[in-house]
């Protein structure tokens, strides 16, 4: 079966449903990787269902490639072939595809990856930690440049946007204490620089206390109905208020201190035709029945086959990262962390999958759940997120918060 390891498309691209020119990414099958286009597949970009005529780069992304390999990758990513200077694939794509060749913008290219608190990772799909390289804070560092230009890209949008202003400055004493950073102000854009830090704190529990019609307000987070299905708090727990394949989506406006964050939930799913979302950075205001811009984990059931995934969502659109059919039965819990070098670790009852991709970098989580048949037979619950720091916990009576 093939399975995606690595999207190489501009974020912009990946908003184009059923695009006939669909833009290139890797893939693996039986071992082996493979460059070519992605596939759509009934309402999500997937992996192709054959790599016939595809360019194969052989089985160990960590190997010396031929030059013939370097040759056929830097046609198709329209490089000249001196641009990939690198002994690798693994080294190709860390220190040049996705460094200096990338757009922080998204928009012509794929974004370029981030160093993270423990320096820089490559994660593909099948071949699991392909690169890494030890903490740098040095700005002339390509991929600590990478961070601090998909920063500034995305704390403009985030104020442009209007988006609360304190939370951001938790999101810049965050990073400068992650980056061992004596000057905040190199975290951010020029016209921003006056923006200060404040110390960050973050609690995010909801157990869905207030049965009622409405998720905005009486629980224990102010929460938004984003699109798609109503949603309403019956019996403690989140479900859509009617039946219909459209997904209700919930964006969770208690913003984290970080892009580095995780969002876990127990999810509940009975008979045919449910399925059940949670996210990490998320943005509100998608397209009606679809996330916006997050990653994801998923897990859907559709007679006579079952569907566990990791996912990630470009205005509306989905991509499949990688999927298993395996029941993940009526109760489990599911969770996506997502992490400061861009690394992506999903959990769906059994299935487990990480990868690497450094499109999105917003500070909500969410969730989104839909069912066909009967009201209240795909359910989420007690969710939990919390900033990837050291931290100490906190029990308040028979709850329980996370300080940082």
């Known amino acids: 079966m093939v399975q995606a390891a690595f999207d190489?498309?501009?974020?912009?691209?990946?908003?184009?449903?059923?695009?006939p020119s669909p833009g290139l990414g890797l893939f693996t099958d039986n071992g082996q990787l493979f460059l070519g286009p992605w596939q759509w597949t009934k309402d999500s970009w997937t992996a192709p269902d054959s790599v016939l005529g595809y360019i194969s780069l052989g089985d160990d992304p960590k190997a010396l490639m031929t030059s013939q390999e370097k040759t056929e990758l830097a046609a198709a990513l329209n490089f000249n072939v001196v641009q990939l200077p690198?002994?690798?694939?693994?080294?190709?794509?860390?220190?040049?595809?996705?460094?200096?060749?990338?757009?922080?913008?998204?928009?012509?290219?794929?974004?370029?990856?981030?160093?993270?608190?423990?320096?820089?990772?490559?994660?593909?799909?099948?071949?699991?930690?392909?690169?890494k390289e030890a903490f740098s804070n040095d700005p002339l560092h390509p991929n600590f440049k990478a961070m601090l230009d998909n920063r500034h890209v995305d704390y403009t949008r985030l104020r442009e946007a209007g988006f609360d202003l304190d939370s951001l400055r938790r999101w810049n004493d965050f990073d400068q204490k992650m980056y061992q950073l004596t000057d905040h102000t190199i975290l951010l854009p020029d016209l921003y620089k006056d923006d200060g830090v404040l110390k960050h704190n973050t609690t995010f529990l909801e157990s869905w206390p207030?049965?009622?019609d409405s998720i905005a307000t009486g629980q224990d987070q102010p929460w938004t109905e984003d699109s798609g299905t109503n949603l309403e708090i019956s019996s403690g727990a989140?479900?859509?208020?009617?039946?219909?394949?459209?997904?209700?989506?919930?964006?969770?406006?208690?913003?984290?201190s970080s892009s580095s964050h995780s969002h876990e939930a127990t999810?509940?799913?009975?008979?045919?035709s449910n399925l059940v979302g949670v996210s990490s950075r998320m943005t509100t205001g998608g397209s009606v029945g679809n996330p916006n811009n997050c990653y994801g984990g998923e897990a859907f059931r559709e007679a006579p086959g079952f569907f566990r995934?990791?996912?990630e969502w470009n205005a509306g659109v989905r991509t499949i990262k990688a999927n298993d059919s395996t029941d993940p039965g009526t109760s489990f819990t599911m969770s996506i962390t997502s992490r400061s070098d861009d690394s992506h670790d999903v959990v769906v009852g059994g299935f487990t999958d990480t990868f690497s991709d450094s499109t999105h970098s917003n500070l909500l989580v969410g969730c989104y759940l839909s069912t066909e048949n009967t009201v209240?037979?795909?359910?989420?619950?007690?969710?939990r997120a919390?900033?990837?720091?050291?931290?100490?916990?906190?029990?308040?009576?028979?709850?329980?918060?996370v300080m940082f």
């Open 8 to 19: 190489l498309r501009s974020p912009t691209k990946r908003t184009i449903k059923d695009d």
């Open 86 to 131: 690198g002994a690798t694939l693994a080294e190709n794509l860390a220190n040049y595809i996705l460094g200096g060749l990338a757009d922080p913008t998204g928009i012509t290219k794929v974004r370029p990856l981030r160093m993270g608190k423990q320096g820089v990772k490559l994660y593909l799909g099948g071949f699991v930690l392909i690169w």
């Open 210 to 212: 207030t049965n009622q």
């Open 238 to 256: 989140l479900r859509a208020a009617s039946t219909s394949p459209t997904p209700g989506v919930a964006v969770c406006d208690t913003a984290l």
């Open 267 to 272: 999810a509940s799913m009975g008979d045919n």
């Open 309 to 311: 995934r990791s996912v």
């Open 376 to 383: 209240g037979n795909a359910t989420l619950d007690n969710h």
């Open 386 to 401: 919390t900033d990837l720091a050291k931290r100490r916990r906190v029990n308040f009576g028979s709850g329980r918060a």
